[in-house]
């Protein structure tokens, strides 16, 4: 079993800065890939940046050059950093880890708002 657990959200104005956690623990050998995604009120859960077991990263292009996701060297925290933040950044923000044979697991969210 994976479990995961974000940390980091809260509010900030448009323009500033805020940096999410997200903890891995239990079975972490299993996990290929860890990703942040987002979901806005009435709006679908969308991907914002993924980096995969190899470091390659991959990003939204509504975040490009805005976010980084990084993560430690030992693969059981990942981050990430959001710089110059937009009021359309506001959303629940979901840590994801993509397991060895295709399974997925979810963290419970942290919320993110941005006031104009």
């Known amino acids: 079993q994976v479990q995961l657990v974000e940390s980091g959200g809260g509010l900030v104005q448009a323009g500033g800065s805020l940096r999410l956690s997200c903890v891995a623990s239990?079975?972490?050998?299993?996990?290929?890939?860890m990703g942040w995604y987002r979901q806005a009120p009435g709006k679908q859960r969308e991907l914002v940046a993924q980096i995969t077991s190899g470091g390659t990263t991959n990003y939204a292009d509504s975040v490009k050059g805005r976010f980084t996701i990084s993560r430690d060297n030992a693969k059981t925290t990942v981050y990430l950093q959001m710089n110059s933040l937009k009021p359309e950044d506001t959303a629940v923000y979901y840590c994801n880890a993509a397991l060895i044979l295709g399974s997925t697991k979810w963290g419970k969210g942290t919320l993110v708002t941005v006031s104009s």
């Open positions: 239990g079975s972490i050998s299993r996990i290929n890939a």
